[in-house]
C-alpha cells in the first residue's frame, strides 16, 4: 500500500470519497490491466504511456466531485473510483465511466 494512503482503511470496492481524489490518484504511479501506466502530477497533468508512447493530459476533480480527465484536443471524462483492497491493504483503483459505464483497473506501481 502506499505510505499516502496508509491512514485510510476502505473495504474493497468502496468509492473513493471526494476528499481522498487527489491522494488516491497521486498516491503513485498506476499500471492498468493493459499494461499501460499512468501518472498524476500535483500541478495537473497527467502522462499516460501504452507500448512506450506517452500522452498528456489534465486531470482535476470536476464540479460533482468526481476525478476527471482532459485530452487534447477535446475528449474529455469523468469517472467513479473505487478502492481495489488485497488482504486489508490498498493496491490499487477501479475506473468506472460516468457516461458509458465502462471499467478498468490498475494497480499501484
Same mark, same amino acid.
Given at each position: 500500500m502506499p505510505r ?5 482503511s476502505p473495504a474493497?470496492? @468502496?468509492q473513493v $470519497?471526494t476528499k @481522498?481524489?487527489?491522494a #488516491? ?5 498506476i499500471?492498468?490491466?493493459?499494461? $499501460?501506466?499512468?501518472?498524476f @502530477?500535483a500541478?495537473?497533468v /497527467? %502522462?499516460y504511456? @501504452?507500448q512506450g508512447h506517452? /500522452?498528456r493530459g ?5 464540479? !460533482?466531485?468526481?476525478? #476527471? &480527465? ?17 488482504d486489508?491493504s490498498i493496491?490499487g483503483l477501479r475506473?468506472t !465511466? %460516468?457516461?458509458d459505464? &465502462?471499467?478498468f &483497473?490498475?494497480r499501484y $506501481?
Open positions: 499516502s494512503l496508509e491512514s485510510l474493497d470496492g @468502496d $470519497a @481522498d481524489l487527489v #488516491a490518484v497521486m498516491a503513485g504511479r499500471v492498468y490491466d493493459d499494461g $499501460a501506466e499512468q501518472v @502530477d500541478d495537473g /497527467t %502522462t504511456v @501504452d506517452p /500522452t489534465e486531470w482535476y476533480v470536476d464540479s !460533482h466531485g468526481r476525478f #476527471a &480527465s482532459f485530452w487534447p484536443p477535446g475528449y474529455r471524462a469523468s469517472y467513479d473510483l473505487r478502492w481495489l483492497v488485497e486489508g493496491v475506473f !465511466h %460516468t457516461g459505464g &465502462s471499467q &483497473s490498475g $506501481a
